[in-house]
């Protein structure tokens, strides 16, 4: 995934209205059969559709159906609000449906167990990329730039990174992600869940992307730490990190077929910039099972390259032809240095174990540690109810 050049935005002034803007005026039907009907609307009169610029905070009514016909993008100093036991549909037109939260900007998303927050295709036989994803944009740091300046993402041009750590994009619990990943080229795709310089602040915990055409979640730098993740059949990467990204990941539960890519692909930096800051992607990861269809049908279940680093504990691993890739001389030197180390790792049905590409001498248990030990996460537990299994 990548990332275009620093600039600027400019939100358009609005009260639930808007003028002209980069990507599409607020739509907010009202509950008539005849406007709704418009254009090949909904006919149930409680349908609301979004899209446009919010430059006010926007709660949901969980009385009422929403559906996403375009992109939602929260401004500055607003919160979108979105109670527990809501499915919110977006419209299967791809790349520019979707939801994004902008620097300064919250989402309040906050679902439970028995009523989670769903984010779907409205199509009758929905597929992979049906629609764009949940975009989440902080001012935590990241490497592709120094000091406050800030990137830009590669769905709408919206700003992000910068210096404060602790940042706080708001919150989401028991929320689930699906058919989303539509991609606008070869350079701009849509993930499930994309976390764009996100801050230690923000609270994210039991979030699922199932199904969809690109990465399930991608971390393009910032802090943010996550808990019960589970990504099932992304096309791409399941999970996916670059841009110094130094948050943790707890309780990891990854499901590939054997057409998907990697469950994790890691870069320390963005090879289409550069490593502005010197800083190296480190991240935290426990308690992560990674689940294949077997060592003569899926590849690689992780690729560390770009020089990343990481802290892994309690990995478990089945079903791959290579268990662990490391490419790239950095990322080789922080074998050596131990700031990229496995402690307690579990092959199962796992042909190569450690595949070094790196150019730097070292051996399997300078890597990894434990072996035999790793018993991964308890998805059959903490995944009941909310969650796709398969």
């Keep these: 995934m990548k990332k275009q050049l620093i600039l600027g935005i400019a939100l358009v002034s609005m009260i639930f209205s808007c003028s002209t803007d980069d990507t599409a ?13 418009s254009g090949g609307g909904s006919t149930d009169p409680q349908t609301i559709f979004l899209s446009g ?4 905070d926007l709660t949901l009514d969980a009385n009422i159906t929403y559906k996403l016909n375009g992109s939602l993008i929260m401004a500055s100093g607003t919160t979108l609000t979105i109670p527990a036991c809501m499915t919110i549909e977006a419209l299967a037109s791809g790349s520019n449906v ?30 992979a990329g049906d629609w764009g994803g949940l975009i989440l944009l902080g001012n935590a740091p990241i490497n592709s730039v120094t000091g406050t300046a ?4 590669e769905i709408a041009s919206l700003p992000y990174g910068g210096n404060v750590a602790d940042d706080n994009s708001g919150s989401l619990n028991y929320v689930r992600v699906e058919y989303s990943g539509g991609a606008a080229d070869g350079q701009s795709e849509n993930n499930g869940f994309s976390f764009y310089g996100v801050g230690s602040g923000t609270v994210v915990n039991y979030i699922q992307a199932y199904a969809g055409k690109d990465d399930g979640i991608e971390f393009f730098g910032g802090t943010v730490n996550a808990s019960y993740v589970s990504v099932i059949n992304a096309e791409d990467d399941s999970v996916d990190w670059t841009e110094g990204y130094s948050g943790t990941l707890t309780h990891v539960y990854i499901s590939n077929r ?10 320390g930096y963005n090879t289409d910039f550069s490593n502005a800051t010197g800083i190296f992607s480190k991240p935290t990861l426990n308690n992560v099972t990674i689940v294949g269809e077997g060592s003569t049908n899926s590849s690689e279940a992780v690729r560390l390259r770009a020089g990343t680093q990481g802290i892994f504990s309690n990995i478990h691993i089945t079903g791959y032809a290579e268990g662990f890739d490391l490419d790239d001389e950095d990322t080789g ?5 131990d700031d990229l180390q496995v402690t307690g790792v579990t092959f199962v049905d796992v042909t190569t174990k450690m595949k070094n590409d790196t150019t730097v001498i070292f051996t399997d248990s300078d890597f990894y540690t434990g072996e035999g030990s790793a018993t ?6 903490w995944g009941a109810n909310w969650t796709f299994s398969n």
């Design 53 to 56: 610029t919010y430059t006010e």
């Design 258 to 267: 054997a057409s998907d890519d990697k469950a994790i692909e890691a870069d």
């Design 376 to 381: 991964g996460t308890d998805y059959a537990t």
């Design 25 to 37: 005026d607020i739509i907010i039907n009202d509950n008539s059969v005849t406007n709704n009907t």
């Design 333 to 337: 030197n922080g074998v050596v240095s």
């Design 150 to 153: 800030t990137a830009t993402s």
């Design 98 to 127: 979707y939801i994004a939260i902008s620097q300064g900007a919250k989402i309040i998303a906050n679902g439970t167990a028995d009523c989670p927050i769903v984010f779907t295709s409205d199509a009758t036989n929905p597929q």
